[in-house]
């Protein structure tokens, strides 16, 4: 059974900057920088999962965030869903143990490094 993975790049609607989080040492691709997101649980909807994941990786909550499904990604293995999360401010986030530090950034200021397959995906979304 293939597994469903999926996560959001946030983007502050007033500043254009989008969230990253840098990962934890202790998972996989450890000190890049990548968009927030996991596994999805079984019985729920991918969407409830990428949701659940922000919530629990960031502390931030999904209310006022309008998700779109941006695409599928095939590139890493199973199937990834990732999705763009509008948002009209820069939230400040609590981490949980997956994730060292986080920022918001544009194209003009990325952190390095970056997951191998999000600067294409940043490309073409700004």
Do not use: H
């Amino acid at each position: 059974m293939t597994k469903k993975n999926g996560g959001v790049l946030l983007i502050c609607e007033k500043t254009g900057n989008f969230l990253l989080g840098e990962r934890a040492k202790n998972i996989p691709f450890p000190d890049c920088w990548s968009i927030f997101g996991g596994g999805i649980d079984e019985g729920e909807s991918v969407l409830e999962g990428v949701k659940r994941e922000l919530m629990e990786e960031s502390q931030i909550p999904s209310d006022n965030i309008r998700y779109e499904l941006f695409e599928i990604q095939y590139d890493i293995g199973d199937p990834y869903y990732f999705y763009l999360g509008y948002c009209e401010k820069e939230y400040e986030c609590i981490l949980n143990d997956e994730t060292q530090r986080y920022g918001w950034f544009n194209l003009n200021n990325l952190p390095k490094p970056l997951f191998p397959t999000l600067y294409s995906s940043l490309v073409r979304i700004f």
